[in-house]
């Protein structure tokens, strides 16, 4: 099980795709969605743009630069557009359900009806490297200008496949309810039974303080988004 953080957190630490542009000319990431977890963004270098939709506001655009935070809950559909060196901490609400299937990936509506189709695209890195997270993501942005283009001229068509597609992750998610649920006892129910155990005990003290110690990964893996350095398992200071 993915180590999680502070208050069952995880993140990574991520270089937005820039080896090769996007189907529209843009460097960048997968569009995807989350069922049940939060993410955030903190940008620690360059600058880029991050594309939201969600089914109460539609389209919407943010501008990232060093410095700039941004947090979105479940169900938002996501894009991260490199406009130069882009690089962030992506920081996820509980640390290992992305890894666990929480994320889908929007391929459009014919992909999203085969399950083999949907799971070819999905393991392409895997099977091909940097190459194929670049053809996933290409595969992925030629389904995203199609919805973008409903956006532009056909707002009711825009609304009626978003909606079916957030249907689609959260059927996919409720599949997984089983897998997911470990991960948030392990995470942010763990932290909050803690913290409140410690609230009930002072002033006495409860536990032996802990101090923990993680490093980032030699090598990056191939997320959706870019690069991503994850975090090593947890090292206990004695």
């Known amino acids: 099980m993915t180590p999680s953080l502070v208050g069952g957190i995880g993140f990574s630490r991520v270089l937005v795709y ?5 189907p529209d000319g843009c460097q960048g990431g997968c569009p995807h969605m989350h069922a049940i977890t939060e993410e955030a963004y903190y940008v620690t270098r360059g600058r880029g743009r991050v594309e939201l939709h969600d089914e109460q506001h539609g389209f919407r655009t943010v501008r990232l630069e060093a410095g700039t935070y941004l947090d979105f809950q479940p169900r938002v559909l996501h894009r991260l557009i490199n406009d130069g060196e882009l690089e962030l901490l992506a920081i996820m609400g509980n640390a290992g359900l992305a890894e666990a299937g929480d994320a889908r990936i929007y391929f459009g509506k014919e992909v999203d009806a085969s399950l083999e189709r949907y799971s070819e695209l999905w393991s392409l890195p895997q099977r091909l490297g940097l190459a194929g997270a670049l053809e996933r993501r290409d595969h992925a942005v030629r389904a995203y200008l199609q919805l973008m283009a409903l956006w ?5 068509a825009y609304d009626q496949e978003l ?24 995470g942010p129910l763990a932290a909050g039974r803690r913290a409140q155990g410690r609230l009930e005990t002072v002033p006495a003290p ?3 303080p802990l101090v923990r110690y993680q490093a980032e990964e030699t090598h990056p893996g191939l997320g959706m988004c870019g690069h991503l350095y994850r975090l090593t398992g947890v090292t206990q200071l004695p």
């Open 163 to 186: 909606a079916r597609f957030v249907r689609k992750v959260l059927e996919s998610a409720a599949q997984k309810k089983s897998d997911f649920l470990p991960f948030v006892e392990a």
């Open 206 to 208: 409860l536990g032996t």
């Open 152 to 156: 532009k001229e056909n707002r009711p």
């Open 18 to 22: 820039s080896q090769q542009a996007a």
